[in-house]
């Protein structure tokens, strides 16, 4: 695999079953740094990198979808040769489902499992104005009100001049995105969203449905759009609990 998509973590030859997590806009691999710990054993967490953040922060950001899910196909192809399963939150769920939608199309393994967190289904249309060339301060509103990005940050005008450009790329990628009609997927959906979500409610949440032709089931926990950052735990149990690991893989901790 292309370490430089996982933040320079070297997946390991032991792992019983790997975890892919994909970031939300804006986001980077250090948000699933918790889950590393909270795993069981047997279970490797591998956290998704993209270009233009941390460590990629060098890097061209993507700003289309199409692109940015081929080059993520291809760098982890070689890691697909174990059970693995994928978590998107936010724009996270929009990359693993059209991430696993390329794999069927590649012939390559499909995840066990398929976990997409706080998005509206593919096929909806969006439900607010766009933000990749909207003004500084109508991007910084909508960021206070899904309460995901420190105060002291966006009120930070050098850091935010920074950050800026790397959000409006991940924006482009879900504005510009454009749905294409194909089979439901041959995989079992869990949907997450909190339940004080101002940006996608539960009815959203269940558009899902569609997408999985084998079962789709709603999970919902308290708190808002970023409602990981403050049930870690909680969340991570139930995506273990959903893959149906045995318990020597699961571990003693649960």
């Known amino acids: 695999m292309d370490t430089r998509w996982l933040a320079g973590a070297e997946p390991s030859s032991g792992a019983a079953l790997r975890l892919f997590c994909l970031p939300y806009a804006g986001g980077a691999a250090a948000a699933y740094r918790p889950w590393r710990e909270l795993a069981p054993p047997g279970v490797e967490v591998l956290a998704v990198e993209l270009p233009g953040r941390a460590t990629r922060v060098r890097e061209e950001p993507y700003v289309r979808l199409t692109p940015l899910v081929r080059a993520l196909a291809g760098a982890v192809a070689d890691g697909l040769d174990r059970p693995f399963a994928l978590f998107g939150h936010s724009m996270g769920a929009l990359v693993a489902f059209e ?52 105060l002291h940050l966006l009120e930070d005008e050098e850091l935010m001049t920074l950050i800026l450009p790397t959000l409006r790329a991940d924006f482009a990628v879900l504005e510009t995105y454009e749905y294409r009609e194909e089979p439901p997927l041959p995989v079992p959906f869990t949907v997450l969203g909190g339940t004080a979500d101002p940006s996608v409610s539960p009815a959203a949440l269940l558009r899902w449905r569609r997408h999985s032709a084998v ?36 571990g003693s901790r649960w």
């Open 215 to 250: 079962s789709a089931e709603l999970r919902l926990f308290a708190g808002d759009h970023f409602y990981l950052n403050t049930v870690p735990a909680e969340l991570v149990r139930t995506v273990v609990e959903r893959l149906g690991l045995p318990e020597s893989v699961e």
């Open 99 to 150: 991430l696993t939608r390329a794999l069927r199309r590649m012939g390559l393994p499909m995840p066990r499992h398929l976990f997409v967190s706080a998005a509206d289904a593919p096929d909806a249309r969006p439900g607010e104005s766009r933000l990749f060339d909207a003004p500084d301060e109508e991007v910084k509103a909508r960021l206070r009100r899904l309460n995901g990005t420190p």
